[in-house]
């Protein structure tokens, strides 16, 4: 569905990506994690045609998004970190935007409204933040466009909304459509990503779906002093040495995201060689 | 369904822009006529028989149509400026002609129509007001065998200055061209695009005068003088003129090209930084 490979990008002389290749498949929700300023909005504005690469090929859903095409834009829905709903009502919103993505679903609409329990108010300038962008989320999944690229999207969520948030987009995902997510709020998409991407410095430290992971990486509280030896990553906690150790022995453990990405951070080498293998 | 311009989705763009936007144009709406009264209010209070004469009509007209126009217009693409706005606009399914289109659609095409019928909302009534003030003022005065003759409604389309044979058409001839630069500009300039253009604008006269003064003069063997666009002519030593014409079909290509293709080239000027527009 999107290829990139060997894209060049800066702003000015502060260079963003230099040769960043990455393939993503439709039917999968990808999670795009990384330090602020590390490039994830940039290559999500990339892949919405919003920015053009300076160099290398960028490829989306057979289209050059960059030419902005019709045909790209009905199949692509960008939510941005940073947005503004103009000051309409709820119903114009749907009556005049709406007619753009010839896959807008109302009832799906109306299904996510309620599940985010968006009170009827009059405009949407009358709506908090959270509101406004649960109400974009919606708007945003109800549209069924292939591709759909999110932006911090929990951010401005209280807690009862992340898990709500996570429970529609899950809902959403069908074999035709690719979920990318942004975020450096790593813990937001546990349990709803089936693949992650870590960005440092305009490189792809870290690319592997969630099974992989669950495969090769073993996540668990040990106060073994034998388990720590082995770990790859560890962190103390006052139940104990939450650890990141291999897999030998092919137990399920539950992924703690936040972990993997700072293990990828400060122990690349270790967990790459881990994948290697 | 084709991916350059398709009358239906530049419809819906145009319905859309309408409805989210429409409480400040209604608002604008209001502005242009309280602005006129204001000034016809000042205008009428002048204790003279004819206070609203045609040519302050037309000076009233013109200076509207060109400030507010031009403001209009260089808020024509001001979400590009800001990148939760710009997000919105760049990704919104359509093409860019459509978008640029329906920018030119309601700046320079609705703009001028609700303007000009704004202004006669007003004008209409302030000359007949006018005209009656005048004539108590004239009565009081009492002149012997003195006929009053009241002002004319200004029409916009069939005007010639007190005295002179230029047609209010150069008005329309400057105007368009000056509002489609401003509507570049709201491309060109993420901030302060009114500002930025007219800077922009003086400076480019300023090189045009320079251009002409100090190198286009100099280099013109001495008397003669440009005429014309294609023409040139002196007076010789026994007061005949001279003239150097080039063939009129030429005259005629150079004039029509500058009365009505700037605004052509500016649209097509903004249509391509759209497109290569980045947020």
Not at chain 1, 81 to 91: K, Y
Not at chain 2, 99 to 105: E, S, Y
Request: with cysteine; aromatic share 14%; glycine share 6%.
């Amino acid at each position: 569905m999107i290829n990139i490979s060997n894209l060049h990008f800066s702003y000015g002389p502060q260079k963003v990506f230099s040769g960043l290749s990455l393939q993503l498949q439709a039917g999968h929700i990808y999670g795009l994690l990384g330090k602020n300023g590390t490039g994830k909005s940039t290559l999500l504005r990339t892949m919405a045609g919003l920015l053009f690469p300076q160099k290398g090929k960028i490829d989306v859903l057979g289209f050059n998004p960059g030419k902005r095409s019709p045909d790209f834009l009905q199949q692509v829905f960008i939510l941005p970190e940073e947005f503004q709903l103009p000051d309409i009502s709820l119903e114009q919103l749907l009556k005049y935007h709406s007619v753009f993505y010839p896959g807008f679903n109302r009832k799906q609409f109306e299904k996510y409204i309620t599940e985010f329990e968006i009170p009827a108010i009059s405009t949407l300038q009358q709506m908090s933040y959270g509101q406004k962008k649960k109400v974009l989320i919606s708007f945003c999944l109800a549209c069924n466009t292939s591709l759909v690229l999110m932006d911090e999207p929990t951010n401005g969520l209280d807690i009862l909304s992340k898990s709500q948030f996570r429970k529609v987009i899950a809902g959403a995902l069908d074999e035709n459509r690719c979920i990318v997510i942004s975020t450096h709020q790593v813990k937001d998409l546990e349990s709803l990503i089936d693949r992650i991407t870590i960005l440092d410095e305009g490189q792809i430290l870290f690319d592997e779906t969630i099974e992989v992971i669950a495969r090769k990486l073993l996540f668990k509280i040990s106060f073994d002093q034998e388990d720590l030896k082995d770990a790859i990553y560890t962190e103390s906690s006052l139940r104990g040495h939450a650890l990141i150790a291999v897999n030998n022995t092919s137990d399920e453990s539950k992924l703690d995201l936040e972990m993997l990405y700072k293990a990828v951070i400060l122990h690349r080498e270790k967990i790459n060689s881990v994948f290697k293998a | 369904m084709n991916q350059t311009f398709n009358f239906h989705r530049w419809w819906l763009l145009v319905t859309k822009h309408w409805i989210e936007n429409r409480k400040r144009y209604l608002l604008s709406l209001l502005v242009i006529p309280g602005l006129m009264l204001a000034w016809f209010g000042f205008i009428l209070s002048n204790k003279n028989y004819h206070p609203l004469p045609v040519h302050i009509q037309f000076v009233t007209y013109a200076s509207g149509l060109f400030i507010l126009g031009c403001f209009y217009a260089s808020m024509m693409f001001a979400d590009l400026g800001s990148t939760s706005k710009g997000v919105n606009f760049l990704s919104m399914p359509a093409s860019h002609v459509e978008k640029l289109a329906c920018a030119i659609f309601y700046a320079v095409l609705l703009f001028f129509i609700i303007y000009t019928v704004a202004f006669y909302i007003v004008n209409i009534p302030g000359v007949k007001i006018a005209n009656a003030l005048g004539y108590e003022r004239f009565r009081e005065e009492q002149f012997p065998n003195a006929v009053f003759i009241p002002d004319e409604v200004f029409n916009i389309f069939h005007f010639k200055f007190p005295g002179g044979d230029e047609e209010f058409f150069y008005v329309f001839v400057a105007y368009f061209p000056i509002q489609s630069a401003f509507l570049l500009g709201s491309v060109y300039f993420a901030r302060y695009s009114f500002i930025k253009t007219t800077i922009a604008i003086l400076l480019l006269w300023l090189i045009v005068f320079i251009f002409f003064s100090k190198v286009l003069m100099p280099i013109t063997p001495v008397g003669w003088r440009w005429d014309n666009l294609a023409e040139w002519a002196r007076f010789n030593n026994v007061g005949e003129i001279n003239l150097v014409s080039l063939p009129r079909w030429i005259d005629y290509t150079l004039d029509s090209l500058l009365k009505y293709s700037i605004p052509l080239i500016l649209w097509i000027a903004t249509y391509f930084r759209l497109k290569e527009k980045e947020i």
